[in-house]
């Protein structure tokens, strides 16, 4: 009894689990739909012009970058050419070296002061609004990069910062937060493939 018992609350934790998620993405989709499609026809001319996108990623989103750079350099499900993206969340000695010296602020920005060019378009998968994400923003359009925020934080303060724009997430939890990124993520890659190759 006491087993049969427990696979009924399992089975209602994941159908709870299940209805959260379709919630969250159905919701979060709704209110971004207009500005995924606006900003694929952005990454689009981007790209078409020779420039490149760069992800910047917080906390959980690391692995949804990877996961983003992967789907733009390959494909998710059609044959056509990599596309030119990178992720800037992987460089674990930077990281120790600025965490040495109490300036982890400066973790992105100095990678984007390296690696990006005006022109560039600079994507923030974010979870929490903090400060070498923010630091981030300011130094990506000093460079004169394009900047777009995917955000289950605190969209308010990004707001604040004046991103070119904010797509807010609806989340009932961080892990429905990371769920709905990847998702909105491979929808702006879909929505980028089909306006440069047609599918």
């Given at each position: 009894?006491?087993?049969?018992?427990?696979?009924?609350?399992?089975?209602?934790?994941?159908?709870?689990?299940?209805?959260?998620?379709?919630?969250?993405?159905?919701?979060?989709?709704?209110?971004?739909?207009?500005?995924?499609?606006?900003?694929?026809?952005?990454?689009?001319?981007?790209?078409?012009?020779?420039?490149?996108?760069?992800?910047?990623?917080?906390?959980?989103l690391?692995?949804?970058?990877?996961?983003?750079?992967?789907?733009?350099?390959?494909?998710?499900?059609?044959?056509?050419?990599?596309?030119?993206?990178?992720?800037?969340?992987?460089?674990?000695?930077?990281?120790?070296?600025?965490?040495?010296?109490?300036?982890?602020?400066?973790?992105?920005?100095c990678?984007?002061?390296?690696?990006?060019?005006?022109?560039?378009?600079?994507?923030?998968?974010?979870?929490?609004?903090?400060?070498?994400?923010?630091?981030?923003?300011?130094?990506?359009?000093?460079?004169g990069?394009?900047?777009?925020?995917?955000?289950?934080?605190?969209?308010?303060?990004?707001?604040?910062?004046?991103?070119?724009?904010?797509m807010?997430?609806?989340?009932?939890?961080?892990?429905?937060?990371?769920?709905?990124?990847?998702?909105?993520?491979?929808?702006?890659?879909?929505?980028?493939?089909?306006?440069?190759?047609?599918?």
């Open positions: 009894m006491l087993c049969h018992e427990g696979i009924i609350m399992s089975e209602s934790r994941i159908f709870t689990a299940y209805q959260h998620h379709s919630e969250d993405l159905e919701q979060s989709l709704a209110i971004n739909a207009d500005s995924l499609e606006q900003y694929a026809r952005t990454l689009s001319e981007v790209f078409a012009g020779g420039q490149r996108l760069v992800i910047v990623a917080s906390g959980p690391a692995g949804v970058a990877s996961t983003l750079v992967n789907a733009f350099l390959y494909h998710l499900g059609v044959e056509r050419p990599a596309l030119p993206v990178v992720a800037l969340n992987h460089d674990t000695g930077l990281a120790a070296t600025l965490c040495c010296d109490k300036v982890f602020d400066q973790y992105f920005s990678q984007l002061q390296a690696q990006a060019n005006p022109g560039d378009c600079v994507f923030f998968l974010d979870c929490s609004a903090g400060s070498p994400m923010l630091a981030a923003l300011q130094t990506a359009s000093e460079i990069c394009a900047t777009a925020v995917l955000t289950f934080g605190d969209e308010n303060a990004w707001k604040k910062e004046d991103p070119d724009l904010v807010p997430i609806v989340a009932s939890s961080p892990a429905r937060g990371v769920e709905a990124a990847l998702f909105l993520g491979q929808i702006l890659c879909e929505l980028v493939e089909a306006e440069l190759f047609g599918f």
